[in-house]
């Protein structure tokens, strides 16, 4: 079993800044690509940012620029800096990770329970 547990999330006025924090813990073996993705309320989960093992980034176009994704793979934990903060920005946000698993064969992809980023106007 893998797991990952997000926290940092909460309320927060337009223009602040929050930063969330996922391990990830378990039978992991060779954690690859993690990432963070947002659910609004009546939308679809969307990708906010991903970044590799080797420390490739990849953003979404409207949080490009205000938000930042780090990680540290000693700690098998990713981070999500948010800066200048909107309210449509409100949303659940889960953490994502491709791994492998000790002593099995593949590569699952996993997902947390979620953070709620409310941001009030």
């Known amino acids: 079993q893998v797991q990952l547990v997000e926290s940092g999330g909460g309320l927060v006025q337009a223009g602040g800044s929050l930063r969330l924090s996922c391990v990830a813990s378990g039978s992991i073996f060779n954690l690859n690509t993690m990432g963070w993705y947002r659910q609004a309320p009546g939308k679809r989960r969307d990708m906010v940012a991903t970044i590799t093992k080797g420390g490739n980034t990849n953003y979404a176009a409207s949080e490009k620029g205000r938000f930042t994704i780090s990680r540290d793979n000693a700690k098998n934990t990713v981070y999500l800096q948010m800066n200048d903060l909107k309210p449509e920005d409100t949303a659940v946000y889960y953490c994502?990770?491709?791994?492998?698993?000790?002593?099995?064969?593949?590569?699952?992809?996993?997902w947390g329970q979620g953070t709620l980023v409310t941001v009030s106007s």
């Open positions: 994502n990770a491709w791994t492998g698993r000790s002593g099995i064969i593949g590569v699952i992809e996993v």
